[in-house]
C-alpha cells in the first residue's frame, strides 16, 4: 500500500475512492471496502482519511481514537488498498463548498471515476454536501456514485462512537462483533524491570500511544500476534500499583508457551474478555499467586 501526502505534486488517474476517518475500521467501513474492491475492475483503490475530526480540529481539542495512525494503516493494508492518502485539516480545506470539495479533492487530485460512500457521508464547508448532492453531479464531474447502507449490530446502527462507548465499559466481546475483528493495541515491545521473569511469568511491554483510547484498567483475556502468528495471553492494561510508583499507562502481556526474546519487535495485543479490574496486591507474592488464577480461568475459554 502507498502512502501518500496531499500536497501539490499529488494528482491520481482513473481510481475509485472512498473517504472518512474510519476511526477503528469496523464492519461498516469493511463493507464500503468490499464494495470498492468488488468494482475496481483494476483500478488503484484509494482511501482518503484524517486523524482528527473536523469538529476536533476547530475547537483543537484532543480526542482519543479507536486506532492510531500506524494501526490504521496496517489494517488498511491488510484490506488490499492500493493507495492511502491522509487529508491536512487545514481550515482552508474544511471552507471548502461542496463543489469545490469534488472538484478539487475528489477528481482532480484523486482522479475519482467512482466514489464509495455511507448513506450519511457529509462533505464541505458545515457538512453541506450529502449524497444527494454527490449523486446529482454525477454526470458534471464523469464519476459513478456507490451508496452503501449501514450495518447493524442488535437492530442499530454501528458507528465508531457507539464502539467507543462499548470499550469504555470493557465490553471487548461485543466490540469484536461491532469491529469483525479484536480491539488491538499495537507497539514495540520495551524492556521492562524483569520483575514477571523472577516469577516466572515474564511479560512482554508495550506502551500504547497516547491518542489511543484504552478500556478499563485490568486483566485481559488476550492473543498476542508476533511474526503473523498468534500466540494465547493475558495481559494488563495498567500503571501496575504493585511494583510500580508512577503513572505510566502500560500493556503487559503474558503469553503461555512462549519463551523467545521480542525485545525491540512489534506486537498486536487483541483483546477478546475483560477478566477484573486492576489491583494494588500486598506482595509480589499475592499478585502472582492471582495472575495464575487469571491464566487457569482464561484457559477454560481456550479448551
Same mark, same amino acid.
Given at each position: 500500500?502507498?502512502?501518500? %501526502?496531499?500536497?501539490? +505534486? ?10 472518512? @476517518?474510519?476511526?477503528?475500521?469496523? @464492519? !461498516? ?15 488503484? @483503490? ?7 475530526? #473536523? ?8 480526542? +482519543?481514537?479507536?486506532?492510531? $495512525? ?16 491522509? *487529508? #491536512? ?8 463548498? &461542496? ?5 478539487? /479533492? ?44 449501514? $450495518?447493524?449490530?442488535?437492530? $442499530?446502527?454501528? %458507528? %465508531? ?14 466490540? =469484536?462483533? *461491532?469491529?469483525?475483528?479484536?480491539? =488491538? ?6 524492556? !521492562?524491570?524483569?520483575? !514477571?521473569?523472577?516469577? !516466572? ?6 506502551? &500504547? ?5 484504552? &478500556? #478499563? ?43 523467545? %526474546? /521480542? ?13 477484573? &479490574? ?7 507474592? $499475592?499478585?502472582?499467586?492471582? /495472575? ?12
Amino acid at each position: 500500500m502507498q502512502c501518500l %501526502s496531499f500536497d501539490g +505534486k499529488l494528482e491520481l488517474n482513473n481510481t475509485i475512492v472512498t473517504v472518512g @476517518k474510519f476511526d477503528g475500521l469496523h @464492519k !461498516g467501513h469493511e463493507k464500503l471496502l468490499d464494495i470498492m474492491k468488488e468494482n475496481a475492475n483494476g483500478r488503484q @483503490k484509494v482511501v482518503l482519511t484524517f486523524e482528527r475530526e #473536523p469538529k476536533a480540529f476547530l475547537n483543537d481539542l484532543g480526542n +482519543k481514537t479507536i486506532v492510531t $495512525e500506524r494501526e490504521k494503516k496496517l489494517l488498511l493494508d491488510e484490506q488490499e488498498i492500493d493507495v492511502y492518502i491522509k *487529508m #491536512p485539516l487545514t481550515k482552508e480545506f474544511l471552507g471548502l463548498t &461542496p463543489k469545490q470539495f469534488i472538484r478539487q /479533492i475528489l477528481v482532480d487530485r484523486m482522479g475519482a471515476t467512482t466514489i464509495v460512500c455511507g448513506t450519511d457521508f457529509r462533505f464541505g464547508t458545515k457538512a453541506s454536501g450529502d449524497v444527494d448532492y454527490l449523486r446529482s453531479h454525477q454526470n458534471q464531474f464523469g464519476y459513478t456514485l456507490k451508496v452503501v447502507e449501514k $450495518e447493524q449490530y442488535h437492530n $442499530e446502527d454501528i %458507528s %465508531s462512537s457507539a464502539i467507543r462507548e462499548k470499550i469504555t465499559q470493557g465490553k471487548m466481546a461485543e466490540v =469484536c462483533e *461491532m469491529l469483525n475483528h479484536p480491539y =488491538c493495541i499495537i507497539g514495540t515491545v520495551e524492556q !521492562g524491570k524483569h520483575l !514477571g521473569r523472577t516469577m !516466572g511469568l515474564p511479560t512482554a511491554n508495550i506502551i &500504547p500511544e497516547k491518542t489511543k483510547l484504552l &478500556p #478499563p484498567f485490568g486483566v485481559y483475556r488476550t492473543m498476542v500476534l508476533i511474526a503473523g502468528k498468534r500466540y494465547h495471553a493475558i495481559s494488563n492494561i495498567g500503571v501496575n500499583p504493585t511494583v510500580e510508583h508512577g503513572s505510566q499507562i502500560k500493556v503487559e502481556s503474558h503469553i503461555l508457551d512462549y519463551q523467545e %526474546s /521480542i525485545y525491540g519487535q512489534v506486537v498486536q495485543v487483541l483483546f477478546y474478555e475483560f477478566i477484573r &479490574p486492576e489491583q494494588d496486591f500486598g506482595s509480589v507474592e $499475592e499478585l502472582s499467586e492471582q /495472575i495464575r488464577k487469571d491464566i487457569a480461568l482464561c484457559k477454560k475459554h481456550w479448551t
